[in-house]
């Protein structure tokens, strides 16, 4: 495929994942409206929106049906949302106090910091709320509204594994048991482990890449625990590339294209990927995991050509 015709065809599908996200996102009403402003802020300011695009991609991969898309996009949302509450979270005073984020202002800068808390909690919650509306599209007969026929038993047992990927992974095995190690780790003395080092990047980066792609996988119908594994370890390479990418990004990076300060890990003297193993280590390990992710991909059965260059793309990205 052509970078031209792969970013082309990247910006229409990206646009595409936009108006489903936005499609549940909560109405700005109520008591509450200041919450729900803050929620929509943080989540409509921008990002690459590469979890649910992962999602829809394994989906296809793997031989998801255009019927079964209004079940799986609750769940694109939702993971947008988890992504959004965690950088919302990670923002605070009390953990990275940042002011930007995606070239805009931080969720707390501009909403303060009760309502910044507020926010991305609102957002978790509401990840939920929303996967859960899966529930009103699974039934065989009425699949356009909303209906209170029963849900199938096949798609109640894809709509029940995929919400037990989406909690775990997100959750104190996951991305937050991550980020209690990461943020540990930043107080500790003398060097950090490498064992301990790729805890942090599978929990905090890596969780959320592989519950988009196993989620993507369950709802198009894989039950096979084998091919859930290889996707999980494939999401798995690709969250720690993205990681080291991070890393390098924080040290080469341009500011302006990232939409947030270069130098930061530096400034924080905090040990991360390439401060332990250095600059041209960790970008030969970013292609290897890369490479490694791919092949997973290739040993399976699946058209998977905007997949595989879409993992390609985030060994390069810039931003
Ligand atoms: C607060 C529970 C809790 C977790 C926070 C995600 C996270 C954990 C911290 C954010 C900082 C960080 C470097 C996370 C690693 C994952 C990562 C590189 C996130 C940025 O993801 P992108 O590049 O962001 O997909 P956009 O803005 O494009 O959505």
Request: proline content about 3%.
């Amino acid at each position: 495929m052509e970078a031209r015709e792969f970013n082309e065809i990247l910006q229409d599908k990206t646009r595409m994942v936009e108006r489903i996200i936005r499609s549940f996102l909560p109405e700005e009403e109520g008591y509450q409206k200041t919450v729900l402003e803050a929620m929509n802020y943080s989540i409509t300011v921008g990002g690459k929106r590469l979890r649910p695009l992962l999602m829809e991609e394994t989906f296809h991969f793997c031989g998801g049906s255009e019927e079964n898309l209004p079940l799986l996009e609750p769940f694109m949302a939702a993971i947008e949302m988890i992504h959004t509450y965690s950088l919302v979270h990670d923002d605070l005073p009390a953990m990275d106090n940042d002011e930007y984020r995606r070239g805009k202002k931080t969720t707390w800068s501009v909403y303060g910091e009760a309502m910044g808390i507020l926010a991305g909690d609102g957002l978790l919650n509401y990840a939920f709320e929303t996967a859960l509306q899966a529930l009103e599209f699974c039934s065989d007969t009425d699949r356009e509204y909303f209906t209170t026929a029963p849900c199938p038993e096949y798609n109640m047992q894809r709509l029940t594994r995929a919400m037990q990927i989406l909690a775990k992974k997100a959750g104190i095995y996951g991305m937050i048991g991550g980020q209690t190690a990461d943020i540990e780790a930043e107080g500790q003395e003398g060097s950090l482990e490498k064992e301990q080092l790729l805890f942090i990047h599978e929990h905090k980066t890596a969780a959320l890449i592989q519950a988009a792609m196993m989620i993507g996988a369950v709802i198009a119908g894989v039950t096979q625990e084998e091919s859930l594994e290889k996707l999980e370890k494939c999401a798995y390479d690709i969250g720690i590339a993205f990681q080291i990418q991070d890393d390098i990004l924080d040290v080469v990076g341009d500011s302006g294209e990232l939409g947030k300060p270069v130098g930061s890990d530096e400034q924080n003297q905090k040990q991360t990927y390439v401060t332990v193993n250095g600059l041209e280590q960790s970008r030969a390990d970013v292609e290897r995991l890369t490479k490694e992710a791919v092949a997973i991909l290739d040993s399976m059965e699946g058209e998977n050509d905007f997949l595989k260059e879409l993992l390609l793309s985030l060994v390069h990205r810039q931003k």
